[in-house]
């Protein structure tokens, strides 16, 4: 059997390469019994709820099981491309992830290459340290600080600002054009240094006489930044984008929640907080369900995609 | 001596570098400061702006309210057992199916695989799930918390990568020492598993510790993790300070919203210092080579 060959290294493999199936049975039923309970997990909590989306396409009747109800075919599909609400969400998400790409993709790029370039190793294990601790923060916390710090009447920034250029207080939660920028910085501040970590591990396996090469060749910090590290880290830059890329849609909506007021809900309505409030708050679920599945849909065009392109581009992919 | 060889003098570029370094090192941790010093000061010095970064008026009032508030640590207890449940079920389950998965040649492993990675591109939905959640009778008991996310799958590609790295060998003496296969996972391969296990541990722990929104829409009022009566808070839908006068409310308010941040933020602060290296290495090895 092919599967047999691909690992000789197996425990007792090798003594018999070509056993037959019940033989493989009875060698390694205990590795099957152990799956079992995991996998049924996985299925039940993992793919019901994907063939859930079939509510999509039916009428939901409260007691009638989320599955026991009339065909509706693209009905919710058709009513919500006609709802304003819906594209007023829709251009909110892409502008609000078009923007979080643009700021918060090359930044943890630039934070790695500048900590390989920190001379005391002490100094770095410090920095790195510190710069991943907002990683492992609440998302109510960050937002709960954010409050603090913004605070119009004792916030922070607020009486920083005031005392340097005599502003006067601004109410940054509340302003709708602070909205955006509020979600990227503190996205930035969060994650940052963790998805550092990633860019860091890549630049520190590259190989070291290609640096000493290039100095060789008289090239200088910047340059060798430029010629020899970024290009030895593409395929991990790519990996990251293509991430990235396919998650577009599925933004940090629990920050977006928490930081929704109903005077920043011009900018604050994303696709994930619509589902929310006209599924769960109103229960109209099978609209929301259909409003979330094409969401899905989107995305996994979007990964695909992306991952197709830098394919044929850069031979890097991620499946 | 060895270290005046290695001497080079520093550049500008260094100095600006280590000056960046400074600041990003300060934005990251001066939020934090500011709310110590907030929860540890008196009203006074709040109300009248003169708290910044260090405790003004040494004031243990705002810790000795959230203390004696009985809903604060009913929810402080409900996190912990969430985190310690789930982080414990959600080890238990991955162990055994990374270790079942490590194996390539069990049958179907592709297709089991393969089921993996497809559903962390498309997952179930917020409606769908939370329908199969109350379907299941989950909702308004604490398994709401626990069952849905037992297991992740990027901690399992973590897991799997990181038993297929044990040599076979020591399986097969295992085998020839007559250990089954529960026997090895038990006894061979999770005691040389706990930097991994110290890994997705963590990343579980956090998860469960910092959760509120499935608190939200599964559990009723006394099963709300702590998060989740912060957030209350911030929001005003909970009452805080109720002993003193309306005039000192807001201020009473903002002392103890710093007070719940500080206490419910601090054990995870502490925790991963201690286990950054491990995790350091599970999130290269999981995420890239996915």
């Known amino acids: 059997m092919s599967d047999t060959t691909m690992v000789p290294k197996s425990p007792r493999e090798n003594v018999t390469p070509r056993s037959s199936s019940s033989r493989h049975f009875r060698r390694y039923w205990q590795l099957y019994v152990m799956m079992l309970l ?16 079939v509510l999509a396409f039916r009428r939901y009747r409260p007691g009638m099981g989320a599955y026991g109800s009339e065909w509706v075919g693209w009905a919710y599909f058709e009513r919500f491309l006609q709802d304003p609400a819906f594209w007023r969400a829709f251009n909110n998400t892409l502008i609000l992830s078009f923007g979080n790409i643009l700021i918060n993709f090359p930044i943890p790029i630039i934070f790695a290459l500048l900590l390989f370039e920190i001379r005391s190793k002490r100094f770095r294990k410090f920095v790195q340290t510190i710069s991943y601790m907002p990683r492992f923060i609440s998302t109510v916390v960050v937002i709960a600080i954010l409050g603090e710090l913004l605070s119009p009447s004792s916030g922070l920034l607020n009486r920083v600002l005031g005392s340097l250029f005599g502003m ?38 590259v190989n070291r006489e290609m640096f000493e090469a290039a100095e060789i060749d008289g090239a200088s910090r910047f340059q060798k930044v430029i010629y020899v590290t970024i290009p030895s880290i593409m395929s991990t830059i790519m990996v990251m984008l293509i991430l990235n890329v396919g998650s577009l849609l599925s933004l940090g909506f629990e920050k977006v929640l928490l930081l929704y007021t109903p005077s920043n809900a011009m900018v604050s309505d994303i696709i994930d907080t619509l589902v929310y ?3 769960l708050m109103n229960q109209n679920y099978s609209y929301a369900t259909a409003i979330g599945l094409f969401s899905g849909v989107i995305g996994v065009i979007l990964v695909s995609s992306t991952n197709w392109l830098s394919k044929k581009m850069s031979g890097e992919s991620i499946y | 001596m060895n270290k005046q060889r290695k ?12 000056a960046f370094m400074v600041l990003v090192v300060l934005i990251c941790f001066v939020p934090f400061l500011y709310m110590l010093a907030l929860s540890l000061s008196s009203p006074e010095a709040i109300i009248n702006n003169k708290v910044s970064l260090f405790p003004v008026g040494l004031n243990f009032e705002a810790y000795h309210q959230i203390f004696t508030y009985p809903n604060f640590f009913k929810a402080y207890g409900n996190t912990i057992f969430y985190t310690a449940g789930g982080t414990l079920i959600s080890l238990f389950m991955s162990a055994l199916f990374a270790y079942a998965m490590s194996k390539r040649f069990l049958k179907g492993h592709k297709l089991v695989m393969m089921l993996i990675v497809f559903s962390m591109f498309f997952s179930g939905g917020l409606i769908p799930t939370y329908l199969l959640i109350s379907d299941l009778n989950l909702t308004g008991t604490p398994w709401a918390m626990l069952l849905p996310f037992a297991l992740n799958q990027f901690n399992l590609i973590i897991l799997i990568n990181f038993f297929r790295a044990i ?46 929104f499935n608190g939200l829409i599964y559990l009723n009022t006394q099963q709300y993790p702590v998060m989740l009566f912060l957030r209350n808070i911030v929001n005003g839908t909970a009452m805080v300070g109720d002993g003193a006068g309306a005039a000192d409310k807001s201020t009473i308010a903002m002392s103890i919203k710093s007070a719940v941040i500080i206490t419910s933020t601090l054990p995870i602060i502490i925790l991963y210092p201690l286990l950054q290296r491990f995790f350091v290495a599970g999130l290269t090895v999981g995420s890239v080579k996915g």
């Open chain 2, 167 to 212: 040599p076979a060998e020591i399986e097969e003496a295992a085998i020839i020492d007559g250990l089954n296969y529960f026997g090895i996972l038990q006894r061979v391969i999770l005691p040389l598993s706990t930097p991994a296990l110290a890994t997705i541990g963590l990343y579980t722990a956090v998860f469960f510790w910092n959760d509120w």
């Open chain 1, 38 to 53: 995991p996998l049924c997990h996985f299925l039940l909590f993992k793919y019901a709820p994907l063939i859930g989306n």
């Open chain 1, 277 to 279: 409030r006209t599924g």
């Open chain 2, 7 to 18: 001497y080079r003098p520093l550049t500008i570029g260094d100095v600006l570098i280590n």
């Open chain 1, 168 to 205: 006067d207080p601004i109410y940054f939660v509340n302003e709708p054009q602070y909205f955006r920028p509020i979600y990227i910085f503190t996205e930035a501040w969060q994650y940052t240094g963790w998805t550092a970590i990633i860019y860091l591990a890549a630049i520190t396996g």
